[in-house]
């Protein structure tokens, strides 16, 4: 690759002010360990650095699965972080970010090892007018994160990225289990009571998007500079970083935005290259990385409330029988 194209360097990692279609063509064959990134997601309603058209979006994102295929290594992992999208003016869902796993899977040879769900519990409820106007749609806080691979065994180890054990759970390890069968019939051996150094996560990852304060947006407001409007949390990237890769591997994020990827990948001594298309957020990028970055983990665990903890159908309401069709007064 160019050097001089480069924007910023670190000691594991490059910047690119470039489109990543540009860096990727430039990259060997089977070259990187592990892409992870959150593409500019199929929206009715833009954000400012230009979203494609739900409808659009296959064919937008054709030449992009190409290059991921092509630059990937054999047991190497391509980690797509991807909103949904409502159809425009109806309170339906788009298809796209399905189509786009199915078009990946089924036209690029690319494995669906396992669908991920990113619960970001500190959503607003929207889209308002069909979940705060009209009532008629709950709110949507999750994202799928498709992780795909280039064969059924990519390299990988859950146990790199364990959980605390429940409360239920150490007592279990402290007392010791009365082997019994679980309502599904399971018969739980006593290899359960065995302590394996924490509990396997589900593939529901629960995290607030609401670093509003941390040392990147400092850096920003500081020098002047727009924050990036749609960034994951560092905790997204560094599950899959963590389970996917080890140190001294190459991780690519084609859609770096303000390269949260590549500040993970520092601190974790992965090699790393971002590409982004527009120069005011790799300007505060480089925030991430001329800083001592402060990262507060607010919380460590959330709880979901089963639906039935308050049911409210004592009202004298009825269902609008237009679902929603027309706006209340
Ligand atoms: C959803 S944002 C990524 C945000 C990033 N994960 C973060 O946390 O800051 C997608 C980014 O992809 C960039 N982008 C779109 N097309 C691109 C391309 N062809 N090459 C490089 N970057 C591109 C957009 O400018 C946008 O900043």
């Known amino acids: 690759m160019n050097p001089e194209t480069i924007y910023f360097k670190t000691q594991f990692g490059e910047m690119y002010l470039c489109d990543a279609l540009d860096v990727m ?14 593409p500019p997601f199929g929206l009715v309603r833009k954000k400012e650095y230009g979203n494609v058209d739900a409808n659009d979006y296959l064919n937008w994102f054709k030449p992009f699965a190409k290059e991921f295929h092509r630059v990937l290594c054999e047991n190497g ?50 889209p308002a007018e069909w979940v705060t106007v009209r009532r008629v749609r709950v709110k949507d806080a999750v994202n799928t994160v498709w992780w795909l691979s280039k064969t059924p065994y990519p390299k990988a180890s859950n146990k790199r990225v364990l959980q605390p054990y429940s409360e239920s759970m150490e007592d279990l390890l402290k007392n010791g289990y ?21 509990a396997i996560p589900p593939n529901l990852i629960a995290i607030p998007n609401t670093d509003s304060n941390d040392s990147y947006i400092r850096y920003c407001k500081n020098h002047g500079i727009a924050p990036h409007p749609a960034r994951f949390p560092s905790e997204l990237p560094e599950f899959f970083i963590r389970m996917l890769t080890d140190k001294g591997d190459l991780v690519l994020d084609p ?26 957020y790799l300007k505060g990028a480089i925030g991430r990385f001329s800083t001592t970055s402060s990262h507060e983990y607010e919380e460590t665990a959330y709880s979901i409330t089963k639906p039935g903890a308050l049911w409210n159908e004592n009202t004298k309401d009825t269902l609008p029988q237009d679902g929603g069709k027309k706006r209340p007064q």
Not at 178 to 198: E, L, M, Y
């Open 77 to 126: 992992s391509l980690v797509i972080d991807i909103g949904g999208s409502w159809e425009k003016g109806q309170p339906t869902r788009s298809l796209y970010h399905f189509k786009l796993v199915i078009m990946l899977c089924e036209e690029f040879g690319f494995h669906l090892a396992q669908d991920f769900y990113w619960w970001n519990p500190s959503k607003l409820p929207t």
């Open 25 to 38: 063509s430039s990259l060997p064959s089977d070259s990187i360990n592990l892409i992870v990134t959150s």
């Open 255 to 280: 859609f770096g935005g303000s390269c949260v990827t590549g500040e993970v990948c520092e601190h974790l001594e992965r090699r790393w290259i971002c590409c982004e298309l527009i120069e005011e």
């Open 178 to 198: 009365v082997a019994k069968k679980r309502p599904s019939g399971h018969d739980i051996s006593t290899k359960f009571s065995h302590n394996n150094g924490g």
